[in-house]
């Protein structure tokens, strides 16, 4: 099925300060919103989406436990988003909890701390398993790099390929039917929220069919969200990525995070209202 961009969607990219990539799926009927949804933006903390399917990918093989113990050492430890980095040294936590702060604080020394035992190799072939073709892991989170650093992001990506992650998550390609349900739960308890959902108007008494499955990132000029939007209407895959933006407020109510809001709710509209 062919891709068509609402005028509202075009609105708002056209007014954006920066460069602003859409891509959204429609998971009953196929139907699709796509633009600039094949340019490479910075990910930001929305790579740790496909950590957490490696993680629970290889759970799922018997290559490790969800229980397994790991000692979070001094050296370990990196600032930015994240709790860890305030606790004691040598405080051992499961793998399992360790996703749980990447995904619900967005911990980045958890989040460095699973790469090592994953494989930045192994995220960067799972990413390319489920239809990922330009979109890559360079390395563990840094809050200091050298002059020219080889690798000046964390993670790049294109909405388009995040979409397709989301996609396949959702239509249990990538895990088994426990814990591609265990994955979404996770995806569904991150503290720093205001994107997606925030103007969808969900039952404020939280119905059970009304939720959003999602990771965002943020950066100095840069805000990106992918994730699943599952309301009474039906569900989308969404991933919105912006760089280049003027704002660089750390707030909600940034350009971007605005941004991504709007396109959230226009996708909803163009997909579900008749």
Not at 147 to 160: L, N, Q
Not at 249 to 259: F, K, R, S, Y
Request: hydrophobic share 40%; proline share 3%; charged share 25%.
């Amino acid at each position: 099925m062919s891709a068509h961009v609402p005028a509202s969607i075009r609105r708002i990219v056209d007014k954006f300060s920066g460069t602003l990539g859409v891509a959204a799926r429609d998971l009953k009927l196929g139907k699709e919103v796509l633009l600039n949804a094949d340019k490479v933006f910075p990910t930001a903390s929305m790579a740790k989406i496909p950590i957490l399917l490696e993680l629970y990918r290889q759970h799922e093989v018997g290559a490790l436990s969800l229980g397994e113990m790991l000692t979070v050492r001094k050296k370990d430890k990196v600032g930015g988003s994240g709790v860890i980095v305030y606790l004691d040294d040598d405080v051992p936590f499961s793998l399992h909890d360790l996703a749980v702060l990447m995904m619900s604080v967005s911990d980045n020394t958890a989040t460095n701390v699973l790469m090592d035992r994953l494989g930045i190799s192994n995220i960067n072939r799972l990413m390319r398993d489920s239809g990922m073709t330009n979109s890559h892991l360079h390395r563990k989170i840094k809050m200091k790099l050298p002059d020219k650093p080889r690798h000046p992001f964390f993670g790049t990506g294109t909405p388009r390929d995040y979409m397709t992650l989301m996609v396949n998550l959702y239509e249990g390609r990538m895990l088994n039917k426990r814990n591609t349900k265990a994955v979404l739960d996770l995806m569904r308890v991150q503290s720093y929220m205001g994107t997606l959902w925030r103007y969808l108007d969900f039952d404020s008494n939280g119905h059970k069919e009304e939720w959003v499955a999602s990771k965002n990132g943020y950066s100095s000029g840069i805000r990106t969200e992918a994730g699943i939007v599952h309301s009474k209407r039906g569900a989308y895959a969404i991933c919105v990525m912006g760089k280049d933006i003027k704002d660089k407020a750390w707030t909600q109510d940034n350009e971007g995070t605005l941004a991504i809001a709007s396109v959230s709710k226009a996708v909803r509209d163009y997909f579900f209202e008749k």
